[in-house]
């Protein structure tokens, strides 16, 4: 990820390099254990839903600082899962807009 990247464009290169990781799988990448890991799927679901026990916790203590934090690990895993379904941020886009 680029450093230069405008703040509205990070979600989007963001997927980009999960998207680019799931194809290339390259070492050092701990996004590729989230896709490789020896426990399957499985592993990514729970650090999904420990990020999500975290966020809960820190807005529990009013911890806006580690809400940012943890809020970011969980988008991040939520983005993996979406990405080793095959949906897209565009999907998860247009999933939001038929609420308007
Ligand atoms: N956004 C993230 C990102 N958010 C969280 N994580 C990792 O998710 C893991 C979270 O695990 P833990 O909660 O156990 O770790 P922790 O947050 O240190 O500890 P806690 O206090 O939360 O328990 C850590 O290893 C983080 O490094 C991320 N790893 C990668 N990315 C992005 O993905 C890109 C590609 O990364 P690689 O696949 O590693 O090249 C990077 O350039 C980043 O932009």
């Known amino acids: 990820m680029d450093d230069d990247t405008p703040t509205e464009e990070v979600l989007d290169e963001l997927f980009s390099t999960i ?4 194809a290339e799988l390259p070492e050092d ?13 499985n592993y990514a679901l729970e650090k999904l839903g420990e990020e999500a026990t975290e966020t809960i ?4 203590d009013d911890d ?3 809400l940012l934090y943890e809020s970011a690990d969980l988008v991040y895993h939520l983005l993996v899962v979406l ?3 095959d949906a897209s941020l565009e999907d998860l886009r247009e999933e939001l807009k038929s609420r308007f």
């Open 57 to 60: 916790l820190a807005a529990k």
């Open 19 to 22: 998207e680019s990781r799931k």
């Open 64 to 66: 806006r600082e580690e």
């Open 83 to 85: 990405a080793a379904h």
């Open 29 to 41: 990448s701990y996004t590729t254990t989230l896709f490789t890991h020896e426990k399957g799927e």
